[in-house]
């Protein structure tokens, strides 16, 4: 029994590079790189209350490393009173089908003045590429607040737009990955016709 389970091992170990890879790692450059922002002017979450107690902003700023956005993000949960955040967020694009794309958020963060000052953030992201750079999006999640004594959760809706590059189908940036990847994809098909 234990010498099929270690061939099994063995065996998956050794088919990992196949198993697991969506696409070719040649059509992925990795040191692909580029600036991005990401501003949320109005948002809300499900709190009860006045509409301008359940006001959320934001603004965010990183970098792009092919279907990875790393960045910081600042913002308030409300306008009426100062309940600021910092956030180191992630954003991981999941999908992508032309000009729409399908993003994954994670964050972590601090909240200013609150009894629940450790923050995470579990968000989805559907996004629309206009222009080379700019995108609109509705971005919908939770955030967890976590306090000594209390812990508070959010959720929230929100729209935004995005400023940078736009990806790839194959998860590339269109103005560095993309030119090259036609490149090579464009002498493929001549060499197999």
């Not at 890879?21 to 009860?48: E, L, V």
């Not at 992630?90 to 000009?99: C, E, H, N, P, R």
């Not at 929230?156 to 036609?182: D, I, K, N, P, Q």
């Amino acid at each position: 029994m234990k010498n099929t389970v270690l061939t099994l091992v063995v065996l998956c170990f050794s088919f990992t590079k196949n198993c697991f890879s969506q696409i070719n790692s040649r059509d992925f450059d990795s040191t692909d790189k580029s600036f991005y922002s990401r501003i949320t002017p109005i948002g809300t979450s499900n709190d009860a209350g006045k509409f301008s107690s359940r006001i959320i902003q934001n603004f965010e700023i990183g970098k792009t490393f092919g279907p990875l956005d790393i960045g910081i993000a600042f913002g308030r949960f409300s306008n009426a009173d100062s309940t600021n955040f910092a956030e180191l967020r992630t954003t991981f694009d999941a999908m992508q089908l032309g000009v729409f794309s399908s993003e994954f958020g994670l964050g972590v963060g601090k909240v200013f003045n609150s009894n629940t000052p450790l923050m995470f953030e579990i968000s989805t992201t559907l996004l629309a590429q206009f222009t080379k750079k700019i995108g609109v999006g509705a971005i919908f999640g939770n955030y967890d607040l976590i306090g000594e004594s209390t812990q508070n959760y959010k959720t929230f809706y929100s729209l935004f737009l995005r400023y940078g590059l736009m990806r790839s189908e194959s998860g590339g940036l269109v103005g560095r990955a993309s030119s090259r990847l036609g490149k090579r994809t464009a002498k493929r098909r001549k060499a197999r016709f």
